[in-house]
Every structure is written in structure tokens, then in C-alpha cells.
């Protein structure tokens, strides 16, 4: 391969995010290192140029090698695949479903997905699912019979390979698994480690190879020696950790083995680079993971086309036809830096949270990064108040009210003054004209010791998800698509969330048991359900009276609770239907309050209704209220006292009544729901919106409506949309933790005025129909 241009051979970027590879269900210390292990491949991908390429005089373009599109299909193990990437291993809880929403994505593609023995699903739904025979990632078990069960079982549904790592069992991560059915030994088991052996060994290789007929790759390979060693054993593959061993491990295996880099890899030229140090092919985890926990199966589907298509175009730039092609002149290698001490490098993402790196905490970073990128755009992707009904004088107004009403009741100067400019109490210090405002409003008759005040709704939500959820086997049921807020709290705390699909017409009383009665087949604990029954966000739903009832028989038959979120009932015209709460007698419903929409939202004051009974072991009862304000103590210590001072004089100066308070802005927000309802039918009549294949639904209050288009709604559909449209909206997708709502877009049409919203709706019917036209 000649080299065009030394200076001119730069090396493609790479990114530096980091996450756990092979194997997939760590331990916290082996997590540890094995994040250390991608790590340094990162490092090491990021010293590696691809030199640019040229033949017959014509250099290689993006998606083209010599004039023609670069091959990237591979033969492995007597298979064909579209391109040299093994998909996963991925670990099981990332997502409900996502084992199968994987291996489809995958033999779809064209690659092969590794699914864990430990599997959700069983081996012969998930081999069914796939046209390219799935591998088995395994174990050395104590008990040799379930070993062979499970080769037996894997062999009959079809699978095209077993993977086994060597090393100490501390690489598996202690969770509790419902005996699958392929396992063929009772559960469930606690702890998935007690049926495995302290150490993977080369004995369990061999036994191993003598128990079954499937090809056998053997991970954990660390250099030459023990690639012959895998080979002496009978393996089919080995599996290297270290892009810097790959060139003396394809040595000494010499062809008679396909070589296989795990860790690391997140782009097409990583692909390329570990091909021409030596590998057949890699594994590819992070930009899964990431593709399932945004999309779902369609987020996998777009991870993986990236990838491969980044690989293409790295072939064509350094003008390789096949893969067979790519050899180390491919490639360039910068010096290697000299490791710093810990403390004085950077931290690394791999070694934080995993929440950090999670979609759902971006998605609102992008859209404000979109909004201030093109300030000249109608955005319709705020869900906030209109700020035409404040006025600053207002506030000073509240504090003065709620100072009198302090002196009224008998507190002293001195007592006022403490109120203001202390701590106070930690579950707050207007529960009870709280509590008054909810009898006179809402017929919500609770004691005022049953509510906590919050730093907003958000804060409410962490409260409750971490005293309700004890440990992983519990699970939280959310009616999708929902708010991200709570999917984002659930990340935060390492909550198992799945999500129950709204249908056309909204929530089903009937899919909730389904799911309910699935978590516990798995041997996880249904906790509780998210909802926003009035004017959801985002969909703007509302729930009827009869599915209202009929959720508060379910969960008091199931023992669950319901988390009744509904922040936009009193800012929408008409009556509003009963809250659940209010229907609640036998305290299933912990109700999440805000006062955001209906007094101001920079007070960011909230609260949340939790008169639920906890016993302790000494048979004393209390109120889960109580539990919320311990935990409230180290996290937030109290809300602000000015803010809920601010809150309370707005609430004592209309006698309790937030609806009162709200007459005006309920009828802005009306009229501003029903002028953007009524010129999207202005600028897409029913005729021209069927042919297009476009509908939306017809909220009645609150602040949102949905759009069905037949493109993709996603990201690269928004930037267009505000570049070249100048109208901003919010995908969908963002709101279905399940995957799902590709073709979904989100309006919000609180914060436009009329102008705006009609100019508005002007510009999206055009990028509609452009869109759609493509």
C-alpha cells in the first residue's frame, strides 16, 4: 500500500469515553480493572494513525477503495458476517428486553450478538430471533450437570459458539437471577456467584472442550504463551484484552485461530487499527450499550450501522478493497506517553458513575445547546411557564403576606426572623397551608405530617424512589413515554425501571398487571408506578375516570403503589378530573406535587404526600413521610425558607385556592393549546396530512401535544429542523426509557404567543413536508 503524503496521514478522532467491555458483569474491583484495561486500549487507539492510501494513482475517497466501495464482510469460524465486530457481550439489566432487542439488532446487521448464560430470555427465543446463530458467554460452574445442560441447550437452540473468559470469579457481579430455564437447576439464587468455581482455569477449558460440539473461544488471553496454551486446550479463538499484545498473539497463533480484541473499541478506525495489529475482528460494547439504553433495538440498529459505516470509510481513506487487506503499513504509531501519577492525571469517565454517561441526562444539555446555537428559531421545546404573568413586585408581595400570617398566629419578631434566616425544619415549614390548600382545592384531605416539602418535584421523586427501592431485585413500572425526570432519578440510583407502553388512547390498567406479573416471573419485585394522569408530559394524555379507578383496584390487589405526578391539572381550563389521590383510601398513592407551573418556578418548591404507614421492628408506626425527611436531612437539608415563604403568601392570598390563582394562565394556556391545534390543521389539512402519513393527537389542557411523522424524528432531524426551518421541537425518543417513539416529535405550547406559535407551526409544516418528501 503506497503512502500518499507522510505529513498528510493523520489519524481519525477518537473519542474519550470509556466503559466496561469483556466481561460485562463485574464485580466493583474487577469492573475496576477491567475499565483500567479499556482504558489503556483507548489510549493506545489514540496514539494510532491511519495513513492514507492511494492506488493507481487515485486516492481513496470517504465510502469508496479504489474507485469502489471498500468490502468489509470477514469469514469467522465458518460463518460469513457483514463486517469483522462480534456485538456485546452486553450485561443483562442495561434495559428490560434489551437482551432481544440486541441479537435482532445484530442479525440484522449482519454480525453475531453473545448473550450471557444468565440470559433473561431463553436460548431458544433468542437464537429464533436471529438469522446469524448468537454465541453463549459461560462459565466454569461448581456443578459439571448444569454445565452440560447448558451446552445442551445451547447447542439445541442453535448457538454458534461458546465464549469462556479464564480469571477469578470476582469478574462476575453479585446479583440475583430467577433460575432461567436453560440454566436447568432450581432458583432463584441471590447470588449467581455460588454457582460458579473461584477460578476459571485451563482444566475447566479442556473439560470443557470435551463436553461440547460448538466452536470454543477462551478470553482473558494476555499474550503468546497463552494463546498456545488456548490452543493446546482445543480452542476455536482466543480473545486478547490488550491491543498492545495482539501482534505477538497473531504470531504465535500463526492462522490456525481467529484472534479477537476486547475493550475499547468505540469507532470504525479502532476496528481498522486492531485488524491491522493483528486481530480478525472485535467486540463491540460501549456504542452498543449506549445505542440500547437511548433506542432501545433501533438505537442498537443505528450503533452498530455507524459503526460498520465508519469502518467503511476508514478502509476507503486508507484505500484497502477487503479486509484480508489490512495489514500494519494500515497504520501509524505515535511515542507513548509516560504515565503520570494518579493524582495528577485526569479522571477517567470509566471510573464515575455510569448515570454520567447515560443518554437521559444529556438530552436536555443538547436542546439548549440547539436553542442557543439558532436564537433566531421558534422553539416549541420548553415546557415552561409564560413568563407574561409574572411581575417582580409580586414576590415581595408574597414574603409580606406570609410574614403577617407568621405574626397573625403568635410568633414573635423574633420567631419571624428565625423563620426566614434559619435552617427550619427539614419537612418544611408551610405543610400545613399546604395541607389547607389541597382540602379547599383538591379534595386531597391528608394530616399536614404526612407531607414533605421538596426542592421541587425532581427532589420529591429522589426521595420516594430511594426509600421504596431496597435493593435490585426491585423494580419501578413507568407509564411510557414519561417524564425524564424520573427515568433520570431511576439512573441515578441504579433503579431498574420498565417501562408499561401507553396505546393510542392512552394508559392500560390491562398492560400494567401484564407487566407486573412478568417482573415477578423474572423473581423482581414490582415497587411502585409512575404516572401523570392529567395532561401528561410528554404525550398529553389524560386518564379517564374509569382507568383512574380501576388502577387504584390494581395496585391495592398487587400491593404496589402509584406515583401520581400532575403538575399541569391547575393550569388547564375546565374542570379537572378527581386527582388520585383524592380517590385514595387505602393509601396506595403517594402523590408528587409542584408549585412550578402554578406559582412561579424559580421558588423551586414541591412536595410530596406520603401518608403510606411503615412499622419498624419494635412495632412502632410512622409515616413514610417520616422516612422522606431523613433522607431529605443529607441531601438537601431543608427548601428554602424564602422560597417557601414566597410560596406561601401566594397560596394565603388566594385562600388556598391554586386554581383561583391560575383562572388567567389556564385560559392562556387553553387558547395557546387550541391556536396551535387549529393551524397545524390550517397548514396540514386532513387530506394532505394522510397522504403524508402524519397525525397528532388532540390534548385538551396542559402543556403538550404529540406529532407522528414518517421520517425519523431524531437528532440530525432537529438540527436540520433549526437550521434550515428555524423551529425547534423535542424528539420523542427521548421520553421512551423502553426504546421506542422514533417517529415521535413533542411540541410544548406554553411559552410561545400567538404570533409566534402561528409562525411557528408555519415553519415545521414545511420542514414536515420537505422531510417527508426525502
Avoid at 339 to 355: I, Q
Wanted: with cysteine; proline share 7%; glycine share 10%.
Amino acid at each position: 500500500m503506497a503512502e500518499q503524503i507522510a505529513d498528510n496521514s493523520e489519524p481519525f478522532p477518537y473519542e474519550g469515553a470509556q466503559g466496561t467491555e469483556f466481561p460485562p458483569e463485574k464485580s466493583r474491583g474487577a469492573a475496576q480493572a477491567d475499565g483500567r484495561a479499556s482504558a489503556a486500549n483507548r489510549e493506545a487507539f489514540g496514539l494510532i494513525g491511519l495513513r492514507q492510501g492511494a492506488r493507481d494513482g487515485r486516492a481513496g475517497r470517504r465510502g469508496e477503495a479504489n474507485g469502489a466501495p471498500p468490502e468489509t464482510t470477514v469469514k469467522i469460524l465458518d460463518r460469513g458476517w457483514a463486517a469483522p465486530v462480534v456485538v456485546g457481550p452486553l450485561d443483562a439489566p442495561a434495559r428490560p428486553g434489551g437482551e432481544l432487542a440486541v441479537v435482532r439488532a445484530a442479525a440484522a446487521a449482519g454480525l453475531p450478538a453473545v448473550v450471557s448464560a444468565f440470559a433473561e430470555r431463553s436460548f431458544a427465543e433468542l437464537a429464533s430471533a436471529a438469522d446469524l446463530p448468537p454465541w453463549l458467554r459461560t462459565y466454569a460452574f461448581r456443578d459439571r450437570d448444569t454445565a452440560r445442560h447448558l451446552n445442551a441447550r445451547a447447542e439445541d437452540a442453535g448457538f454458534g459458539a461458546l465464549l469462556l473468559a479464564l480469571g477469578d470469579r470476582a469478574d462476575v457481579r453479585a446479583r440475583r437471577v430467577a433460575a432461567p430455564a436453560d440454566l436447568g437447576t432450581r432458583g432463584p439464587f441471590d447470588d449467581v456467584r455460588t454457582l460458579l468455581r473461584d477460578r476459571t482455569g485451563w482444566d475447566d477449558v479442556a473439560w470443557l472442550r470435551s463436553a461440547t460440539a460448538l466452536p470454543l473461544l477462551v478470553a482473558g488471553i494476555d499474550g503468546a504463551p497463552d494463546a498456545r496454551r488456548a490452543l493446546d486446550a482445543g480452542a476455536d479463538g482466543v480473545v486478547v484484552t490488550a491491543l498492545d499484545a495482539l501482534p505477538e498473539v497473531a504470531e504465535a497463533v500463526a492462522g490456525r485461530c481467529p484472534v479477537l480484541l476486547s475493550g475499547g473499541v468505540r469507532r470504525g478506525a479502532d476496528v481498522l487499527a486492531a485488524i491491522a495489529s493483528g486481530a480478525d475482528a472485535v467486540f463491540a460494547g460501549r456504542p452498543v450499550l449506549d445505542g440500547l439504553r437511548a433506542g432501545g433495538r433501533a438505537g442498537v440498529a443505528e450503533a452498530l450501522d455507524g459503526l460498520v459505516g465508519e469502518f467503511a470509510d476508514a478502509m476507503a481513506f486508507t484505500a484497502t478493497a477487503t479486509v484480508t487487506d489490512i495489514g500494519p503499513e494500515a497504520i501509524r504509531t505515535g511515542p507513548r506517553r509516560t504515565p503520570r501519577p494518579p493524582a495528577a492525571g485526569p479522571l477517567h469517565k470509566s471510573e464515575l458513575h455510569a448515570s454520567v454517561s447515560d443518554p437521559v441526562l444529556d438530552t436536555m444539555t443538547f436542546l439548549n445547546e440547539i436553542t442557543s446555537r439558532y436564537p433566531e428559531a421558534i422553539s416549541f421545546a420548553p415546557g415552561r411557564p409564560y413568563d407574561g404573568f409574572f411581575d417582580s413586585e409580586q414576590i415581595f408581595g408574597h414574603l409580606r403576606r406570609y410574614l403577617d400570617h407568621l405574626a397573625e398566629q403568635g410568633s414573635s419578631p423574633r420567631q419571624v426572623r428565625t423563620a426566614m434566616y434559619q435552617y427550619g425544619p427539614t419537612a418544611g415549614q408551610i405543610r400545613e397551608i399546604i395541607a389547607d390548600s389541597l382540602r379547599a382545592d383538591e379534595d386531597i384531605d391528608v394530616p399536614a405530617e404526612s407531607i414533605v416539602v421538596t426542592v421541587g418535584a425532581q427532589e420529591a421523586m429522589l426521595l420516594v424512589l430511594r426509600a421504596l427501592i431496597s435493593g435490585p431485585d426491585d423494580v419501578l413500572l413507568v407509564s411510557s413515554p414519561c417524564y425524564v425526570g424520573i427515568t433520570g432519578a431511576a439512573r441515578l440510583l441504579d433503579v431498574a425501571v420498565t417501562p408499561v407502553d401507553e396505546r393510542d388512547d392512552g394508559f392500560s390498567c390491562a398492560d400494567l398487571e401484564a407487566a407486573i406479573d412478568s417482573e415477578r416471573a423474572r423473581g423482581r419485585r414490582p415497587r411502585a408506578f409512575y404516572v401523570v394522569p392529567d395532561h401528561s408530559n410528554p404525550s398529553g394524555t389524560t386518564m379517564g375516570p374509569r382507568a383512574r379507578a380501576e388502577l387504584l383496584e390494581l395496585a391495592g390487589r398487587h400491593g404496589i403503589l402509584v406515583l401520581e405526578d400532575s403538575p399541569y391539572r391547575l393550569v388547564s381550563p375546565g374542570t379537572p378530573l378527581p386527582t388520585l389521590k383524592s380517590m385514595d383510601q387505602g393509601h396506595t398513592v403517594v402523590h408528587i406535587g409542584s408549585f412550578s407551573k402554578t406559582v412561579f418556578p424559580g421558588a423551586r418548591v414541591g412536595f410530596a404526600i406520603a401518608d403510606q404507614p411503615v412499622v419498624d421492628d419494635t412495632g412502632r408506626t410512622g409515616l413514610l413521610a417520616d422516612e422522606l425527611a431523613k433522607i431529605k436531612s443529607m441531601v438537601t437539608v431543608n427548601t428554602s425558607s424564602l422560597s417557601q415563604a414566597a410560596v406561601a403568601g401566594a397560596l394565603l392570598a388566594a385562600d388556598g385556592r391554586v386554581s383561583e390563582l391560575n383562572t388567567a394562565a389556564a385560559a392562556y394556556y387553553g387558547d395557546a393549546m387550541a391556536a396551535t391545534l387549529r393551524e397545524l390543521d390550517r397548514h396540514l389539512p386532513a387530506e394532505r396530512r394522510e397522504a403524508l402519513g402524519v397525525r397528532w393527537n388532540e390534548p385538551t389542557g396542559g402543556f403538550f401535544l404529540t406529532l407522528r411523522v414518517p421520517f425519523r424524528a431524531d437528532n440530525a432531524a432537529l438540527i436540520t429542523s433549526a437550521q434550515d426551518f428555524g423551529v425547534i421541537w423535542t424528539p420523542m425518543a427521548y421520553f421512551h426509557p423502553g426504546g421506542g417513539g422514533p417517529h415521535g416529535i413533542r411540541l410544548s405550547t406554553s411559552y410561545l404567543t400567538p404570533a409566534q406559535i402561528s409562525e411557528g407551526t408555519a415553519r415545521l409544516a414545511r420542514f414536515i413536508e420537505a422531510r417527508s418528501g426525502r
